[in-house]
C-alpha cells in the first residue's frame, strides 16, 4: 500500500501524484492515472515494455516553455479518455527512458497499447490532434 501523496502505478513500487506547473503550481491531481515520476523514480524501458492495457507517455521538462504551453491540451485530451493511464517523465540529456525511446524534443508523447508503442506525437498542436491519437489509440 502507497503512503498519502503516492500511488502504484504498476511498476511494482510507489510514485508520488503528479503536481500540474502551468496553471496551478501547488495543485495536486488526486487521479491515480496521472503522475510526475521524479527523476531518481525513472522506470526502466523493460518496467515500461511489461505495462498492460492502454498508457501514454509524456516527455517534458519542468522549465520547457512549449511543454508548459502544451499542458491544457495535453490534460484536457486525457480527460476525455479516463481509462488510459499517463506518466510524466521528467527528461533530460543522458536519461535512460528518454534515450530508449529516441526522445529529442519535447514535449513528446508516447502512446503505448501493452508496453509497444502505437503512436508518438512529438509537439502535439492542440487538443484536437492529442485526443485524435488517444482515440486511435483506445479504438481496439
Same mark, same amino acid.
Given at each position: 500500500?502507497?503512503?498519502?501523496?503516492?500511488?502504484? *502505478?504498476?511498476?511494482?513500487?510507489?510514485?508520488?501524484?503528479?503536481?500540474?506547473?502551468?496553471?496551478?503550481?501547488?495543485?495536486? *491531481?488526486?487521479?491515480?492515472?496521472?503522475?510526475? #515520476?521524479?527523476?531518481?523514480?525513472?522506470?526502466?524501458?523493460?518496467?515500461?515494455?511489461?505495462?498492460?492495457?492502454?498508457?501514454? *507517455?509524456?516527455?517534458?521538462?519542468?522549465?520547457?516553455?512549449?511543454?508548459?504551453?502544451?499542458?491544457?491540451?495535453?490534460?484536457?485530451?486525457?480527460?476525455?479518455?479516463?481509462? #488510459?493511464?499517463?506518466?510524466?517523465?521528467?527528461?533530460?540529456?543522458?536519461?535512460?527512458?528518454?534515450?530508449?525511446?529516441?526522445?529529442?524534443?519535447?514535449?513528446?508523447?508516447?502512446?503505448?497499447?501493452?508496453?509497444?508503442?502505437?503512436?508518438?506525437?512529438?509537439?502535439?498542436?492542440?487538443?484536437?490532434?492529442?485526443?485524435?491519437?488517444?482515440?486511435?489509440?483506445?479504438?481496439?
Amino acid at each position: 500500500r502507497c503512503s498519502t501523496g503516492a500511488v502504484d *502505478i504498476g511498476f511494482g513500487g510507489c510514485y508520488p501524484l503528479w503536481t500540474v506547473y502551468t496553471n496551478a503550481p501547488d495543485t495536486v *491531481i488526486r487521479d491515480h492515472r496521472s503522475m510526475n #515520476v521524479p527523476d531518481s523514480d525513472e522506470p526502466a524501458r523493460a518496467e515500461v515494455d511489461a505495462l498492460r492495457g492502454n498508457a501514454v *507517455i509524456e516527455f517534458g521538462a519542468s522549465w520547457c516553455g512549449v511543454c508548459r504551453a502544451t499542458q491544457p491540451a495535453i490534460a484536457a485530451a486525457l480527460a476525455k479518455h479516463p481509462d #488510459v493511464r499517463h506518466l510524466r517523465i521528467a527528461d533530460a540529456s543522458g536519461r535512460p527512458l528518454g534515450r530508449s525511446f529516441g526522445v529529442k524534443l519535447w514535449p513528446t508523447l508516447i502512446l503505448l497499447r501493452d508496453g509497444k508503442e502505437i503512436e508518438r506525437l512529438v509537439r502535439p498542436r492542440g487538443e484536437a490532434t492529442i485526443d485524435a491519437a488517444l482515440g486511435r489509440l483506445t479504438a481496439v
